[in-house]
């Protein structure tokens, strides 16, 4: 992660925790469960998602992944033709909307 990425992530949990936004979480005042130790990824990494996952936060991508998913399984089961052109346009939607924000991830790293 550059400096300024880190500055400003430092920054973001301090006005959290300032806030009391970081107080009551599960597991606090615990020690962290660490991952057995794969060795190809960033064990900060792989405990920050495991943190985020336990306490709801879910990045955008992957609820419109799972909408996208959702949205491929209603154009399978369609019955008629209106059904499924209206399945179809979701579908389309959704494939562009998780294309854009793909696309806007990559730019940003």
């Given at each position: 992660?550059?400096f300024?990425?880190?500055?400003?992530?430092?920054?973001?949990?301090?006005c959290?925790?300032?806030?009391?936004r970081?107080?009551?979480?599960?597991?606090?005042?615990?020690?962290?469960?660490?991952?057995?130790?794969?060795?190809?990824?960033?064990?900060?990494?792989?405990v920050g998602?495991?943190?985020?996952?336990e306490?709801?936060?879910i990045p955008p991508?992957v609820v419109?992944?799972k909408?996208?998913?959702e949205?491929?399984?209603?154009?399978?089961?369609?019955?008629?033709?209106?059904?499924r052109r209206?399945?179809?346009?979701?579908?389309?939607?959704l494939?562009l909307r998780?294309?854009?924000?793909a696309?806007?991830r990559?730019r940003r790293?």
């Amino acid at each position: 992660m550059s400096f300024f990425l880190a500055r400003i992530a430092e920054r973001l949990i301090e006005c959290a925790r300032d806030e009391g936004r970081l107080s009551n979480l599960k597991g606090e005042h615990r020690p962290l469960d660490l991952p057995s130790g794969n060795p190809h990824v960033d064990v900060m990494t792989e405990v920050g998602h495991r943190v985020m996952a336990e306490n709801g936060a879910i990045p955008p991508e992957v609820v419109m992944r799972k909408s996208l998913a959702e949205a491929r399984d209603a154009l399978k089961s369609a019955i008629g033709e209106a059904e499924r052109r209206t399945a179809r346009s979701r579908v389309a939607d959704l494939e562009l909307r998780c294309n854009m924000a793909a696309e806007a991830r990559m730019r940003r790293r």
